[in-house]
């Protein structure tokens, strides 16, 4: 079966950088995505990583290391809007094409 | 509006008795899931509808689950004879072709 592991809980400060990492083990992995939880909100989609290497979106970026079934989510010059929980979420070949399995979540916590 | 939909919003119901939860995906997408998120956890899938095809279920918990959908469309899930560990936010979301899911406001459901 689908395993995930990411810390639960970071805190930072307004202006800093933090780095959300992200192992698993999967069969037949497809890709390793992110998404972005408010409390109460809906999960929102922030990257998408099927190959090795950084994927950059503005002020978050994704690494993928397939290798070594690792991946983190980088966020610089952390607001307090970000906030929020960060799920990982693989795509492997033990599900349909598109299921994904999450992670029990990272809680980031952005300090003024 | 453009997103996916939700509802209820919130339900309250009695140990027992059935509900039926709705969600309305984004229009062309065919692609459409139900997740179960308990409090302070990661997302749990559940069942996967795509196009035509036969729906993926491995993820339902119990024989009390079902789910279905017309066409590319509404989508209602229902579970029979509920428990109280049945209590969570339950996400709908939908994508087309991508890797990107869209998802709804969820149901959060109380079993008393």
Known sequence: ?112 | GAGVSQSPSNKVTEKGKDVELRCDPISGHTALYWYRQRLGQGLEFLIYFQGNSAPDKSGLPSDRFSAERTGESVSTLTIQRTQQEDSAVYLCASSREGNEQFFGPGTRLTVL
Not at chain 1, 18 to 42: P, R
């Open chain 1, 1 to 112: 079966g689908q395993s995930l592991e990411q810390p639960s809980e970071v805190t930072a400060v307004e202006g800093a950088i933090v780095q959300i990492n992200c192992t698993y083990q999967t069969s037949g992995f497809y890709g390793l995505s992110w998404y972005q939880q408010h409390d109460g909100g809906a999960p929102t989609f922030l990257s998408y990583n099927a190959l090795d290497g950084l994927e950059e979106t503005g002020r978050f970026s994704s690494f993928l290391s397939r290798s070594d079934s690792y991946g983190y989510l980088l966020l610089q010059e952390l607001q307090m809007k970000d906030s929020a929980s960060y799920f990982c979420a693989v795509r492997d070949s033990s599900g349909s094409a598109r299921q994904l399995t999450f992670g029990s979540g990272t809680q980031l916590t952005v300090l003024p």
